[in-house]
Nanobody
Framework: VQLQASGGGLVQAGGSLRLSCAAS????????MGWFRQAPGREREFVAV????????YYEDSVKGRFSISRDNAKNTVYLQMNSLKPEDTAVYYC???????????????WGQGTQVTVSS
């Protein structure tokens, strides 16, 4: 499966962005989909994950209540709605596809190219 992330940009603190991840190739509905991010000088970290059906989601503690992951399997697309953005959310955001609902990057075999999110204070 090939993944294409989009929707990043520059936003002021407190603002919102919606990231999209379009999948092509194998039907994305068979995969758990996750969002990860990597800030300069830091390791890639988990942000959110959603099950194949969309019935289960899990979030990193710092984004709970602010970010929301969803998916539209008919469109082979996963979304990350980000509200109340903070400067510490600045990073390159990656979508990934895997087969198990876990938060570790090594469990995801397919990755998109990343989209930059910059939050100014």
């Amino acid at each position: 499966v090939q993944l294409q992330a989009s929707g990043g940009g520059l936003v002021q603190a407190g603002g919102s962005l919606r990231l999209s991840c379009a999948a092509s190739g194998r039907t994305s509905s068979r995969y758990v989909m996750g969002w990860f991010r990597q800030a300069p000088g830091r390791e890639r970290e988990f942000v959110a994950v959603i099950s194949q059906s969309g019935g289960s989601t899990y979030y990193e503690d710092s984004v709970k209540g602010r970010f929301s992951i969803s998916r539209d399997n008919a469109k082979n697309t996963v979304y990350l709605q980000m509200n109340s953005l903070k400067p510490e959310d600045t990073a390159v955001y990656y979508c990934a596809a895997g087969l198990t609902l876990v938060v570790v990057t090594s469990a995801y075999g397919y990755w998109g190219q990343g989209t930059q999110v910059t939050v100014s204070s």
